[in-house]
């Protein structure tokens, strides 16, 4: 059965409570957990690696924006370092928006002077310069809609269509716009990110981030 986003919204984690059958999901403070049997964990074992509370969230967010898990981190720049970490080798190129948020811009320009990946920062909303950075086959294509504070606007599905043609995998920062009013894994996005410090939590009192993929595959990689 496919719900609304609305429905999304509020009902998620409500009543998967199987152990006592609490309607609101409890916060879970421990940080490690006994196994059953030896050689026998349960589902969680350290807490560092994810616990129930979190289990929840990243359910309803990989839910929220259409893909098939997420993973939450302790920030939205841990998350695009998350990324970074699993896609960019020494040697690989990454494409940034020239107007991106100005913590990523801090660490892509100085992973890259480190030898760490190489990157070139593009005006996105230039065809043409987007099309001659594509074609020197970066590994990652990053896309932040709207730009972070600059709310420049660029075309999502032509820009992830264009990477996937170039072989590259495309991530889109949706921290701007959240779900509620952006899906970029529809439009064609293989990632999304968000800094849930801002939009997603709403609040001014949450510090984390958070990695969508559309492939499982991917989601157990980042997870890894």
């Known amino acids: 059965m ?112 480190r030898g760490a990946f190489r990157v070139k920062f593009v005006d996105q909303g230039d065809s043409a310069a987007l099309a001659a950075a594509l074609e020197e086959k970066p590994k990652l294509v990053l896309v932040e809609n709207p730009s972070n504070p600059l709310l420049r606007v660029v075309d999502i599905a032509a820009i992830c269509q264009a990477a996937r043609d170039a072989g590259a995998v495309s991530v889109v920062d949706n921290t701007f716009l959240s779900p509620a009013l952006q899906r970029p894994l529809a439009l064609g996005a293989d990632l999304v990110v968000h800094s849930c410090t801002k939009y997603l939590n709403g609040h001014s009192d949450v510090v984390a981030g958070t990695v969508i993929a559309k492939d499982p595959a991917v989601v157990t990689e980042l997870a890894w």
């Open 2 to 113: 496919t719900r609304k986003q609305a429905t999304i919204a509020v009902r998620s984690g409500l009543n998967d409570d199987e152990q006592c059958g609490c309607v609101v999901p409890p916060i879970h403070l421990s940080s490690t957990y006994n196994f059953t049997g030896f050689n026998q964990p349960r589902a969680h074992d350290y807490s560092r690696r994810g616990n129930q509370t979190r289990d929840v969230v990243q359910r309803a967010l990989a839910e929220l924006e259409g893909g098939a898990g997420s993973v939450m981190t302790s920030s939205g720049m841990s998350a695009i370092l998350l990324v970074r970490t699993v896609f960019l080798r020494p040697g690989d190129l990454l494409v940034a928006p020239h107007d991106c948020y100005g913590g990523s811009y801090r660490l892509f320009d100085s992973l890259s002077k």
